[in-house]
C-alpha cells in the first residue's frame, strides 16, 4: 500500500482510459508516447459542449447618400435659322461661335440637309437672306444631300470665303 505501490499498479489503467478519450476525438496519433507526463493532461478533463450561437444583431442605420452623378452634356444643334423656326437665315455653329453661311452654290440640296438637321424633312426652296454679322462660317456648299452633318458637304473650308453678309443664305424648310 501507500503512494508508491499506487503509481506502479494504476498507472496502465489510467493510459488505457486516455487512449479511449484520445480515439473519441479522433485524434490518436499511434506513435504518441503515452508516459505519466501524458496523465497529468487527462486529468484537466475534456471540455464540455460549445455554446449556443448568440442571437442576431439590429441591422445597421442607412448609409451616406452617394454623390449625385455626373451632368449629361446637352447636345447644343450645330446648325439653326433666324428667325425660324422652318424658315430662316442658315446659321451654323463653329465651336460656340454663331457665323452664316455665304449663298454661293447654294441650293435645296445643301438646304435640304440643313432642315433634316432641324427635323424637316427636306428644303423647298433658298434665298438671300437678311445680312447676319460676325462669322461667314461656309461657302460654296456641295451636299449630295444625305449627309447628316453639314460639315460634311464638300465646301471651301470652314471659314474660308469671298463673301459679303448681303450674301447670307436662307432656306424654307418643310
Ligand atoms: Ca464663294
Ligand atoms: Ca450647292
Redesign the pocket.
Known sequence: MGFKACQETEVPKVTVVFLALKDQRGERDPSDNLGSKELLVQLVGVNGLPGFNGTEGRPGPPGPKGDTGDKGTPTELAVRLVPGKARGRVEVNVEGVWGTVCDD???T??GKVICKMLGYQTAVSTYVASPGSGKIWLDE???LGIESDIFNCRHSGVGIHNCNHNEDAGVQCV
Do not use: I, Y
Request: with cysteine.
Open positions: 452654290s447654294f441650293d440640296v445643301d456648299l456641295g451636299c
